[in-house]
């Protein structure tokens, strides 16, 4: 897989100072946000220098090509995960975006006084706040289900949360903290029999699992382009046609319309009824680079890889005295994601410590406040692979990850 590093910029940029050399880095924060091949700056570069014309109005031919593009965006998103249509997938800023957009328009117009929203508790904040205000608006009851702290699953026990009252359950596939994947097919099922609908987080598993959302029996799936290697400011939500097309529209204003009075409008079809202003497309177009760009790789080859390189990660941090691995223990399955605390170390420092020897990974509560509060630890420290990491990068941190207690001013 090393010969895909050389597919980054980031890795080999100087600047024209001679200030900024990348080439030492070792970057292991990818669940944050991936690095982007060469194929996606200059497929967005030949968008704004060849096709750019505001996309879905001109009916001028570079207009018609600014939807061409955009459209075909549509397109690749929607066979990446399996939809049945194009006309499934909304083009959005984000993961959070793409959540909000469910709660704001099915969750207002669905949930009501009494109800009950499931999640669980490793949901991002994104997955969580969304529905504590449509909870609150509504006057519904939002439930978790809760982890087993040692292996980061959700026990099967916790299942029996969804009941006739639930109307969305909605749980990430990975987890950005435990590194957990959870049984979504099951879990949806379960949502199914109870007569609610099943949101999907995608945002972790999509850069590394195949994701198949008819498989899934997912109703809804959101999934950020800047993790899968596209651009930031722009992602994807996946929802079934007949819940869409039943949907009030989330943002009012151009091309979202059929028809407008003084008083009143008709919307646009879906997907255009949930897109209002001047649409992202070069951004959709370099997401869609980027998951041309991941297919080309292979995601059994990505997954394979990342799999290699966190359990390595994962069975070395585990014969560190002092070193605990927060979630699933098995690193074959965590998509790449590995969570760590050391005792009487801040993991804010050991991001500090590791950033002077050129290795980046987050530390802090990971926008999992409830996750942390649950599992009784304020911070966890975090390195997250993806397929531009090496087993020599991983040996390295490896070799470091023994000094920061000694650092901190610990003897052992
Ligand atoms: N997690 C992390 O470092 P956005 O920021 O909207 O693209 O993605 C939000 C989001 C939603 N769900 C999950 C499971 C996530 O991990 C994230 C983003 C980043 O873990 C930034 S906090």
């Known amino acids: 897989m090393n010969k895909y590093r050389n597919d980054f910029p980031l890795f080999k940029a100087i600047d024209e100072k001679n200030s900024i050399d990348n080439s030492g880095l070792i970057y292991m924060d990818s669940a944050a946000t991936a690095q982007r091949p060469y194929i996606v700056l200059n497929a967005m570069d030949h968008f704004y220098s060849t096709q750019n014309a505001n996309p879905l109005r001109g009916l001028y031919s570079l207009s018609e090509r600014a939807t061409k593009a955009y459209e075909d965006a549509r397109d690749t998103v929607a066979k990446f995960i399996n939809a049945k249509s194009s006309n499934e997938i909304i083009f959005v800023r984000n993961a959070s975006e793409a959540l909000n957009l469910v709660a704001y328009t099915y969750g207002m117009a669905n949930v009501n006084a009494g109800d009950e929203v499931v999640v669980s508790i490793m949901e991002h904040h994104s997955n969580i706040l969304p529905w504590q205000f449509v909870c609150k608006t509504k006057g519904a009851t939002l439930k978790f289900m809760y982890v087993d702290k040692s292996t980061g699953a959700i026990p099967e026990s916790e299942y029996s949360k969804i009941t006739p009252k639930t109307k969305i359950v909605s749980v990430t596939h990975v987890s950005n903290v435990l590194g957990t994947q959870n049984p979504i097919k099951k879990i949806a099922e379960i949502a199914h029999k109870n007569g609610a609908v099943m949101v999907v987080d ?139 605390t050391i005792d009487d170390v801040h993991p804010h420092d050991i991001a500090t410590l590791l950033s002077d020897e050129n290795i980046a990974i987050r530390a802090g509560h990971h926008c999992a406040q409830p996750l942390q509060k649950y599992l009784g630890i304020p911070a966890s420290a975090r390195a997250s692979l993806y397929l531009y990491n090496t087993e020599e990068e991983v040996d390295i941190l490896l070799s470091k990850l023994p000094q920061i207690r000694k650092w901190s001013g610990f003897k052992d």
């Open 202 to 340: 995608g945002a972790q598993s999509t850069p590394h699992i195949k994701v198949d959302v008819q498989d899934l029996g997912a109703d809804f799936l959101a999934m950020s382009g800047h993790k899968l290697c596209g651009p930031m400011g722009i992602g994807a939500l996946y929802g079934r046609y007949e819940l869409l097309d039943a949907m009030p529209p989330f943002l009012r204003g151009g091309e979202m319309i059929e028809y407008v009075t003084e008083d009143s409008a008709t919307w646009a079809e879906v997907p255009h009824k949930f897109e209002a202003g001047t649409v992202s497309a070069g951004d959709a177009v370099g997401m869609a680079a980027a998951i041309r760009y991941i297919q080309n790789v292979g995601l059994e080859n990505i997954e394979k890889h990342d799999n290699n390189l966190a359990e390595k990660l994962v069975e070395g941090i585990k014969k560190i005295p002092h070193f605990h691995i927060i979630g699933e223990q098995d690193g074959r399955k965590r998509c790449g994601i590995v969570t760590f």
